[in-house]
């Protein structure tokens, strides 16, 4: 029996925009709102701008997207015994409902704003309607919010039960793209029995487990960047108390066994095609999307230690010019090793660019204070590697303005020497223009980018020596921290 499984489509997570002039790459501008909040309206939480008329939403209490339960089950003493199981689950941070949805909560979250002392500042059109006494129309116009989902920037989690429920310590796989947590679990025999016998009870609320999350987001206050971190931690029970027996499944051990490879999701991905070649047996092959899934087979053999089983994944990237990556790879029963993680991420080097103006005083200009034409920045980027597909180097050009963050993701293969960088910022301060170019090198992936009043720009890096007690340290390890 194989089972594939795509994950739910992530409808509301982080961004991601294709420009004009950015065809070969995923660009991802990270804007940093001064926020409000949070205030609790039933699943959510809202973060209102103090002074604009956005309001973020996070989750207030994670989603289970997916769960699978297998359990061996084997022969002993003339009766049959649980021998343990796995357990596959799959939680996101992220809500689910499209934009007609979110509509539907417009009225409830602009109303529990309001109560909480949060009105939008700006006017946007409404409707038009008739007035006979006038013979004209009437154009409505009401501060109205727009709402958008807080982009995360880091995740952690663990799992939490009983030690003599666990056979192993438990996997845990963490995708801050997709706001999506993997959780894998290997259960003793009476672990095994517990939650067994909760789901088929319709009783998974009775699961004794703990999953710890924290999110943690960036917003500014009183001119700073800062950190917001979010506590998301559920039991397993609460998140799976709607599971039954039919996330349930048995295996013979001694017969059967379940060979599986997940893939975990990320926005630069077009498709991943997976395939399990059983020696002796019938491949069975997926293609997933950008939020990754699981395809999963039942072997059966009189001895599965003898059984080996080929995989092989093919990763093909949106952008035109990225590389197709291949992995493969042997699974065995033999040594316990018939679970593979296939992780696009790993073969993508992300750098983070944040943009700087200062005043005459040498303050740091706020975000919404930088969007008049007089103050512009623009960067170029243009990065060129011996794989790429079809191009010589992939360029790309983007407007920033002050304390805007950009995150840029360029192909890194396994096995292909690194690729060089170049970046130019372009600034326009008072009347005055420069550029600057550098070249940086694949570890300085952490780039603040300073623009004085005269358009001197200064470009730091995560390599760079600073003052310890300086804003640029603090930022690079406010960057480091969140990466």
């Not at 940093?32 to 209490?61: C, H, M, Q, R, Y």
């Amino acid at each position: 029996m194989n089972r594939a499984v795509s994950f739910p489509a992530i409808k509301f997570s982080p961004h991601i925009i294709d420009l004009v002039s950015s065809e070969f790459f995923y660009i991802d501008p990270l804007p940093i709102s001064d926020l409000g909040g949070p205030v609790k309206v039933g699943d959510f939480l809202i973060w209102p701008e103090i002074e604009g008329n956005e309001a973020f939403f996070t989750l207030n209490v994670p989603r289970l997207q997916d769960f699978t339960m297998t359990v061996q089950q084997e022969a002993y003493n003339n009766t049959v015994r649980m021998s343990g199981s796995s357990v596959v689950f799959v939680v996101s941070i992220y809500a689910q409902e499209d934009l007609a949805a979110i509509e539907h909560y417009r009225e409830s979250w602009s109303s529990a704003l309001k109560n909480a002392g949060y009105e939008a500042k700006e006017w946007k059109f409404v409707d038009i309607i008739p007035v006979e006494e006038a013979n004209r129309d009437l154009a409505i116009y009401i501060p109205q919010w727009i709402f958008s989902p807080l982009h995360l920037r880091n995740l952690q989690a663990t799992v939490n039960l009983p030690q003599d429920h666990l056979k192993s310590e438990p996997k845990v796989i963490l995708n801050n793209n997709l706001g999506t947590v993997i959780f894998m679990i290997e259960l003793s025999e009476i672990g095994t029995q517990i939650w067994k016998e909760a789901l088929e009870q319709h009783r998974g609320d009775k699961i004794p487990a703990t999953c710890e999350i924290k999110a943690s987001y960036y917003t500014q206050s009183k001119g700073q960047v800062v950190p917001i971190e979010q506590n998301l931690s559920t039991t397993v029970g609460n998140l799976g108390k709607n599971l039954g027996a039919e996330s349930v499944r048995v295996v013979n051990s001694q017969l059967s066994g379940e060979a599986k490879i997940i893939v975990s999701g990320h926005q630069s991905i077009e498709n991943v095609v997976v395939e399990l070649h059983p020696k002796n047996g019938q491949p069975v092959s997926q293609n997933f999307g950008q939020e990754g899934g699981q395809l999963s087979a039942i072997i059966t053999a009189n001895d599965l230690r003898e059984v080996e089983i080929d995989w092989n994944a093919k990763v093909s990237f949106r952008s035109a010019g990225w590389p197709i990556v291949r992995d493969s790879g042997k699974l065995s029963f033999a040594t316990n090793d018939s679970t593979v993680i296939v992780k696009p991420d790993v073969w993508i080097i992300e750098y983070t660019i944040i943009t700087i103006l200062l005043d005459n005083n040498g303050n740091v200009i706020a975000n919404s204070a930088s969007s008049d034409l007089a103050n512009r920045i623009q960067c170029e980027l243009s990065y060129s590697a011996p794989f790429l597909e079809g191009v010589d180097a992939l360029h790309s050009t983007f407007e920033t303005s002050s304390q805007s963050m950009t995150k840029i993701g360029f192909p890194k293969p396994p096995g292909q020497p690194d690729g060089s960088l170049k970046l130019s910022v372009f600034a326009k301060r008072q009347q005055k223009n420069n550029l600057i170019t550098r070249m940086l090198h694949p570890d300085e992936t952490l780039v603040i980018a300073r623009i004085d009043p005269n358009a001197q720009i200064s470009i730091i890096t995560n390599k760079d020596p600073v003052n310890e007690f300086s804003w640029e340290a603090e930022m690079l390890g406010l960057l480091a921290e969140f990466k």
